[in-house]
């Protein structure tokens, strides 16, 4: 199976300091694969690198097969990557509809639009016209994926879609993204809830200090294995 995302011996930098020191990754097509690690590893600045917000200065990301130079933000979108950012970043000034045509900007063909997001979250259609900051938690991270679905893209990431959510709601958000994986969607999944990556993941890699210290399929381990290797 091809690969839709690839890292190949990444050195990413902020300024001087050296974040990622030849990190190496594949999320195949249709692969669920999760990105694991104690807090201030790395995780969230692989994502960094791939939208030019941490400086790639050594080895190669591919995205759908195309090399990324990482210098733009827009590249990455362009090549099919779509981020669910820790946080959410949702528009504060926009509605809930207007928050989801902004991610149609890459305007890649596929089965996601209006029509498909709404169904997926009917919550969403029904408040299509609040502001997208009114909305609860769990309805503003559903905006959030809904939002980069939106470009139809190659590899959705997913950074900690947990966080801040009452565990009722990351029950929902579980549902949710079963849905998505079963509906073949690659996915890079950042996450502390470790039930919440045996559920999702298909195969994990463990961070540290920049560099993969363990991976292996989910499988093959149990969530306490996982515990033990992420320090938590
Ligand atoms: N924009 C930035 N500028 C400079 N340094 C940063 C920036 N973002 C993160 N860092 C530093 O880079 C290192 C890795 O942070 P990163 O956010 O990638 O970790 P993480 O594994 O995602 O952890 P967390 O779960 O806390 O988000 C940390 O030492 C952090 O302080």
New binding site residues.
């Given amino acids: 199976m091809s690969s839709v995302l690839a890292f190949d011996g990444v050195r990413a930098y ?1 300024d001087d ?1 050296l ?1 990622l020191d030849g990190l190496d990754l594949e999320v195949a097509e249709g692969e669920s694969f999760a990105l694991l ?1 104690p ?7 692989s994502l ?1 690198t791939m939208f030019g ?1 941490a400086h790639l200065r050594g080895g190669a990301i591919t995205i759908g097969g195309r090399r990324l130079r990482g210098r733009a933000p827009h590249e990455a979108a362009a090549l099919g990557a779509a981020l669910v950012p ?1 946080g959410r970043w949702i528009l504060s000034s926009l509605t809930v509809e207007e928050n989801l045509v902004v991610g149609s900007a890459p305007r890649r063909k596929g089965p996601w639009g209006l029509a498909a997001v709404y169904e997926m979250f009917p919550d969403l259609a029904e408040r299509r016209g609040s502001l997208g900051t009114h909305l609860s938690g769990g309805q503003q991270q559903m905006l959030a994926i809904g939002r980069a679905l939106m470009s139809n893209p190659t590899v959705l990431l997913l950074d ?1 879609p947990s966080e801040g959510l009452a565990p009722v709601v990351i029950d929902l958000l579980g549902d949710c993204l079963a849905g998505l994986k079963a509906a073949g969607t690659s996915m890079l999944l ?1 996450e502390q809830r470790l039930d919440l990556v045996t559920r999702l993941a298909d195969r994990y890699a463990v ?1 540290l200090k920049g560099e993969t210290v363990a991976e292996g399929r989910i499988e093959e381990t149990t969530t306490e294995t996982l515990r033990e290797l992420v320090g938590v």
Avoid: H
């Fill in positions: 902020y300091a974040i690690g807090n201030g590893v790395g995780k969230t600045t960094n917000i820790q900690e950042i961070l």
